[in-house]
């Protein structure tokens, strides 16, 4: 697992609990950040997936 795919689940458990909060206390604002939030660290999550596919195909090469 590289960095960017730990700070893709961590941004992303942090959008979770930002648009839950946002439920919470009725702020739609709060709601519509994390789950940008989300969206972003899913992103990053599925970019350090694809370093890990490259990385271990030059090594298997």
């Known amino acids: 697992m590289n960095k960017d795919q730990v700070k893709g689940v961590l941004k992303d458990i942090a ?32 970019y350090g997936d694809a370093k890990e596919v490259i990385k271990d195909t030059t090594k298997h090469s």
């Open 15 to 46: 959008g979770k609990l930002q648009e839950d909060a946002g439920k919470l206390v009725g702020n739609k604002e709060q709601q519509v950040k994390g789950l940008n939030k989300q969206i972003s660290g899913k992103a990053e999550k599925v």
